[in-house]
């Protein structure tokens, strides 16, 4: 199993580009979700799936598109990049999205992002 | 004020030293507890879960308090490869709220 991939690992945009962070899982989980860490603020949620067709925001989503038409992925889509959106971006994956103390999130290696 | 605040450490240490990291949240309506750790550039995994009863894995042991809304983390005989971020992690249901983590250096 790879696990949950992300690429790229390191992009750099301009602002107003737009662009795609990709993310994949190969561990039939349902609960997908994308965090952004900046220093001092710890991870922060942006969006987040419980199933295929089924998307919904978290504590900062906006800027961000996500789409969830396979188990699979869940890509991430900057619509016009701001500076402030400079961060690290993690996608993570869970068997589900319950409160149970037994639902270990899965990250990905994470995607480096400098808006300029 | 942020949901979960944690100790902003850092916390320095000799090896062998016991240390222990404070985290409080303020949603009561959250269910379930984790300690994450995150080595440097790195993505967080999970250390361990934490149960109402208070929980241990090997020199780890966790600790949670519902009424004081507190979770703890005690390290006993601290080995250089804990050195490392640790995150405070509390589920409210379909999302996960971190703290800013607690940086620990353990030095020879």
């Known amino acids: 199993n790879a696990g949950v991939t992300q690429t790229p690992k390191f992009q750099v945009l301009k602002t107003g580009q737009s662009m795609t962070l990709q993310c994949a899982q190969d561990?039939?989980?349902?609960?997908m979700s994308w965090y952004r860490q900046d220093p001092g603020m710890g991870l922060r949620l942006i969006h987040y799936?419980?199933?295929?067709?089924?998307?919904d925001q978290g504590e900062v989503p906006n800027g961000y598109n996500v789409s969830r038409s396979t188990t699979e992925d869940f890509p991430l889509r900057l619509l016009s990049a701001a500076p402030s959106q400079t961060s690290v971006y993690f996608c993570?994956?869970?068997?589900?999205?319950?409160?149970?103390?037994?639902?270990?999130?899965?990250f990905g290696p994470g995607t480096r992002l400098t808006v300029l | 004020r942020k949901e979960v605040e944690q100790d902003p450490g850092p916390f320095n240490v000799p090896e062998g030293a016991t240390v222990a990291f404070n985290c409080t949240y303020s949603?009561?309506?959250?269910?379930?507890f984790f300690w994450y750790r995150q080595d440097c550039r790195k993505e967080p995994k999970l250390l361990m879960s934490?149960?109402?009863s208070g929980n241990e894995d090997g020199r780890f042991t966790a600790q949670l308090n519902r009424a004081s809304q507190y979770i703890s983390l005690l390290i006993r005989d601290s080995k250089l490869s804990d050195s490392a971020t640790y995150l405070c992690v509390v589920n409210r249901g379909n999302d996960m709220r971190f703290g800013a983590g607690t940086r620990l250096t353990v030095k020879p």
């Open positions: 934490v149960y109402s």
């Open positions: 993570a994956s869970s068997y589900t999205s319950g409160m149970s103390s037994y639902n270990e999130q899965f």
């Open positions: 561990m039939n989980h349902e609960y």
């Open positions: 949603n009561s309506a959250s269910q379930s």
């Open positions: 799936s419980v199933g295929a067709g089924i998307t």
